[in-house]
């Protein structure tokens, strides 16, 4: 394994090695427990020996976009990240010449290729209608694009900036010069940096290509070089001067911002009363307080209904209940009544009977 890369959404992970094959996995599929998920989403398989940097587009992803691969074989190559992965472009280097690291710039205009031989080649992606070849005109074209069967576009003809030579007391590569181990382009595109195996960097100015200082802060090989925004409020600004030493006025600088520990604090009783929780109803919506809770599982929503059934049969219970009694008070009294009519007929003297009739 030579190099992990990871498009700009976390979707993708390009693995490169030295049996020449690029692999293109599913972040999602690697994380799957199944290991049989975990297979190449796709293969970048057109280098002959072995890959030494792999770099993606700023655009891409899973849903497409570009990538270039730089192989020992002497070629940096672009493909499509979109399945099934076609090959684009080919760019053949000079006899002899093998690449170590690639940095594209963000817009895809062009890109630069740092060399084992210490040389950094500047390779454009556009060229005019009239330099490819195609007629004259001032219109602007894309450089390839023919695919897997197109001839390999040489960069003999290839701006090289930078040759780097150490002191002679350090040899690296050939002829005496540092190979180029890491490669990053500014934000804005206007610097390059260099890194070598002689623990330089080097800084250029872009388009220009001049050299403007060198950092010896390291002591081993450059093999990583990132750049970012100066944050404004963190450093003093300033300009600089030609002998290269940073200066800074009053006026110019920024303040450094104080920034203090949390600590607690005591909220009183008043400041209390004074919060307010609120929550705003749009008008015409009506928003029952039911809605606002969540929802019952299935069992407690029977138990319910089980409930609300059993309260109308006890109410039904209690009305018969009701109907039942009064009706047995009603016999009760007719009852209590034939009772005394037949006890005085039998009981009584006839003469009494007969005269309280």
Known sequence: MTTLTFTPDSRLLLTSSLDSSVHVYLVSRLLDPDESMKKPYGTLNDHTLGITDVVVSRTSGAQGGRCWTAGEDGTVKLWSLHAPF?????????????????????????????????????????KRRGEIGGGGGDDIEAIGGGGQGAAAIKTEGSVIIYKCVPPSYIVHGANGRSPITAL?????????????????????????????????????????????????????????????????????????????????????????????????????????VDSLRPPRPKAALAAVAADAGTGDQLAEVMAENKRLRASLEKAVKINDKMWEGIVDLHLLPKNQVNGDQ
Request: proline share 8%; net charge neutral; hydrophobic share 40%.
């Open 86 to 126: 076609n090959l684009l472009t080919t760019f053949a280097l000079p006899a002899g010449v093998v690449p170590s690291t690639l940095a594209v710039e963000a817009a895809e205009r062009f890109f630069y290729v740092g060399t084992r031989q210490g040389e950094v080649f500047h390779i454009p992606l556009y």
């Open 184 to 288: 990053s382009l500014s934000l804005s595109a206007t610097h390059l940096l260099v890194g070598t195996q002689s623990a330089d960097i080097h800084i250029h100015s872009l388009p220009s290509h001049q050299h403007l200082r060198s950092l010896s802060s390291h002591a081993g090989p450059i093999t990583y070089i990132s750049t970012l925004l100066r944050p404004p409020d963190l450093v003093s600004g300033g300009g600089a001067t030609s002998s290269g030493a940073a200066t800074s006025t009053k006026s110019e600088s920024w303040p450094i911002m104080d920034i203090k520990p949390l600590e607690r604090m005591r909220m009183g009783k008043p400041a209390r009363d004074v919060q307010e929780v609120t929550m705003m109803i749009r008008p015409g919506s009506t928003v029952s």
